[in-house]
C-alpha cells in the first residue's frame, strides 16, 4: 500500500529524531509517510517544537500553492515535438500533456510512440519521472482522434459480451 502524504500534526501525533543537519518527522499513524526535514546548521538551537512548528508551517506551504495552483496544462501543438532530449541525453515531455499510440515491437513487447520515437516500457516510465510525485489521467481513445480532448462520463463502465475498453 502506498503510504499517505505527510500532513500537520500535533506533537502527540509524532516522533521527531535528528539526523545531522535534518529532522526525521515520524508518524504515530504509520500509513503516513516519514518526512526528512533539512534544516541546516540552525537544527542544533532549535526544540522539537520549533522543528514541527517548521514542518506544520512547510506542510501548511504545500497546500498553499496547490490551492493556487493553476490547472491549466500545456500541449504542444500536433506536429511539435513533444519529447527533447537534455544535454545528458534524457528524454524529458516538453509539455504536461502528452499524445501518444499504444503499438507492439516484432518481440510482442509494449510500446510507447510519441511523435516519432517508440519507447519501451522502462523508456517511457524514465520519460515520466520528471513527474513523480505527480498524479496523471490517462485517457483511451483511437489513435486517430488522440488530439482531441474526449468527453469523460464518471461512473461504472457498462459491461458487454466481452471487456471493453471504454
Known amino acids: 500500500m502506498r503510504p499517505k502524504k505527510p500532513c500537520r500534526a500535533g506533537f502527540d501525533q509524532v516522533r521527531i529524531t535528528r539526523d545531522g543537519t535534518s529532522a526525521i518527522i515520524e508518524h504515530a499513524d504509520p500509513t503516513i509517510s516519514t518526512t526528512s526535514l533539512t534544516i541546516g546548521a540552525e537544527i542544533d538551537q532549535m526544540t522539537d517544537h520549533d522543528i514541527l512548528a517548521l514542518y506544520n508551517a ?62 519501451s516500457i522502462s523508456e517511457f516510465g524514465r520519460l515520466l519521472r520528471i513527474y513523480a510525485g505527480w ?32
Open 58 to 119: 512547510v506542510i501548511a506551504s504545500q497546500e498553499q500553492i496547490l490551492r493556487e495552483w493553476d490547472n491549466t496544462v500545456t500541449e504542444i501543438p500536433a506536429g511539435k515535438p513533444q519529447i527533447k532530449r537534455d544535454r545528458e541525453g534524457t528524454l524529458l515531455p516538453r509539455g504536461k500533456v502528452l499524445r501518444c499510440v499504444i503499438e507492439s515491437d516484432a518481440g510482442g513487447e509494449t510500446v510507447i510512440c510519441i511523435d516519432d520515437k517508440e519507447l
Open 135 to 166: 498524479g496523471m489521467r490517462i485517457a483511451f481513445v483511437p489513435e486517430e482522434l488522440v488530439h482531441e480532448n474526449p468527453k469523460v462520463a464518471v461512473r461504472e463502465p457498462r459491461r458487454r459480451g466481452r471487456q471493453s475498453c471504454e
